[in-house]
């Protein structure tokens, strides 16, 4: 196993899981198996109960683990599927140390952060390394992102478990990878006295890098690469110049020019191989039409719905068609501003905050055959919504807001849970799909997977009711209702599932895709 350790340095927020996963990107066009593991210092167990508005997106794996946004752009850009092993935590680790204290796995010992936490942390890495891939097979190599910045009091056990590991493995094993900021002066000069000083914070722990990213708005000069080089004794060729891309899929081609790839293969003593460019030719796909969607949420975070963003990315580039998003706030919502899309998504989320502008954005939809796409809570939504104005039980809401007609009510299995976190119905379930419906023409096919993360269902009392009035349920698991639509003509979908969790450049999700399709078509009959 080789692995490739990526740290940052100077700021948070350079961009370090992009770089990860382009690395890991560069080798498998290369023909490499590769895998991730993410590194988050935090002490929360996993991402489930942090605030997405704080932290961003949570992105569900196929084993239920929430975990934090970069794993979803590691499967992304890698093509594969993680499982929770793949995102280690401070608190999965002293939690995994605890519980071995308690068992007396230590025969006593007192139990400290050397060597009992680093050697917690090693073992997680190496067991996250060697998960088999989907095929059964292990992966050639592994990258480790180390969350935060170098100089973080919550990092420095891991990267003392990086410096162990780096004495347990062969020389051509393991990589360190720095990432760090290069910002340019009022001149235009690139500056290199951040890098120097986190390269020497690095050095100060026992760890120096073999590949220092300078992540900067332009490109560096050779000049500036020379001094890096010269400060902070790396080899100029392992100076790779980072400038801010206008995708991120551009990245690991920006990397691929640096001469990135080379310089890995030769640290780690690999087969020179030639690159498969046929993620290159499409994710660099030219658009030859335009769309606008409304995504009409309670959070004015756009990293909240990183996988949303992604998703219609990669349907609107298997379409040639651009997708420009509006941004409408569910509580300030009005009609207004709808008048210019072409086409309306109600995201997932939780809380009553913001329901009533995402229920007339429905209706609006409904009404006027706008395309519209939901999501969990925008599944729940579009039944309220039907239930209210269709069937005229106005006093529908979901359980989870209060008293009122229960149309959307608890999963029976999670009334008497009280602990938030991991507790959910999440990860892969297995969906029947009902043939002669629009979801079974998008996936073709009568069982689907998709990921999950609610506590809520469509109620079974309501369900014979609300589908003679004409909204259909036409994905089911079990008694469990997992996709509602319209049989009018017109795309009013929802699903109770997240199709963007399994979203990539190179298999985009069908429900996307139908939608995308959708609202083009409406565009241009619009003209």
């Given at each position: ?278 993620w290159y030719r499409v994710v660099s796909k ?104 269709v069937l005229g039980w106005t006093d529908s ?17 999670q009334e008497d849970v009280h602990d938030l ?107």
């Open positions: 196993m080789k692995y490739i350790f990526v740290t940052g340095g100077v700021m948070s927020g350079l961009g370090k899981g992009i770089t990860t996963a382009s690395i890991g990107r560069l080798l498998k066009n290369r023909g490499y198996r590769v895998t991730a593991v993410k590194i988050d210092p935090y002490l929360n167990i996993d991402a489930g109960t942090m605030n997405p508005a704080q932290h961003g997106e949570v992105f569900v794996l196929k084993d239920g683990g929430e975990v934090d946004l970069d794993l979803g752009n590691y499967e992304r850009f890698l093509d594969i599927n993680l499982s929770s092993d793949h995102n280690i935590t401070t608190g999965r680790v002293y939690q995994a140390v605890i519980e071995k204290e308690r068992r007396g796995d230590y025969l006593g010992a007192t139990v400290q952060i050397i060597p009992h936490i680093t050697n917690q942390i090693k073992d997680c890495i190496r067991k996250a390394a060697n998960n088999p891939l989907e095929d059964g097979t292990i992966a050639d190599m592994c990258l480790v992102e180390v969350g935060g910045t170098v100089g973080d009091i919550e990092s420095m056990p891991f990267l003392e478990a990086v410096r162990q590991m780096h004495g347990e493995v062969a020389p051509d094993e393991m990589i360190l990878v720095h990432v760090t900021l290069v910002p340019v002066d009022t001149m235009g000069d690139h500056k290199t006295k951040p890098t120097q000083h986190s390269v020497k914070a690095l050095r100060e722990l026992g760890l120096h890098p073999d590949i220092i990213v300078g992540r900067s708005d332009i490109v560096m000069d050779p000049g500036t690469k020379r001094k890096i080089s010269e400060f902070c004794d790396v080899s100029q060729r392992a100076v790779i110049s980072a400038a801010t891309a206008c995708d991120i899929y551009e990245v690991p081609m920006e990397l691929e020019k640096e001469g990135l790839a080379d310089v890995v293969a030769d640290l780690l003593n690999l087969e020179k191989r030639g690159a498969d460019n046929e030219e658009y030859t039409n335009r769309v606008t969607i409304a995504i009409v949420s309670k959070y004015g975070i756009e990293d909240v719905y990183i996988s949303i963003k992604e998703a219609l990315k990669h349907a609107g580039r298997k379409l040639s068609t651009e997708v420009r998003i509006k941004w409408i706030d569910a509580e300030t919502y009005e009609t207004q501003e709808l008048a210019d899309v072409d086409g309306i998504l109600v995201p997932g989320g939780f809380g009553i905050r913001g329901i009533e502008g995402k229920l007339a954005a429905i209706k609006y939809a409904r009404e006027n055959k706008i395309p519209y796409l939901g999501l969990c809570l925008g599944f729940q939504t579009a039944v309220i919504e039907f239930c209210r104005d809401v979901s359980e989870e807001w209060g008293d009122g007609r229960h149309v959307i009510a608890i999963l029976p299995e976190g991991g507790t959910m119905r999440l990860g892969d379930c297995e969906i029947d799909i009902s043939p002669k419906s629009r979801i079974y023409d998008l996936y073709g096919s009568k069982k689907i997977i998709e990921r999950h993360r609610h506590r809520y269902e469509v109620n079974p009392e309501y369900i014979d009711e609300i589908e003679k009035a004409g909204l259909k349920f036409t994905g089911r698991c079990g008694n469990r209702m997992e996709v509602c639509e319209i049989e009018d003509g017109s795309f009013f979908l929802a699903t109770q599932f997240h199709p963007e969790f399994k979203s990539t450049p190179t298999r985009p999700s069908p429900p996307y895709v139908g939608f995308v399709e959708a609202c083009l078509e409406n565009s241009r009959a619009k003209k």
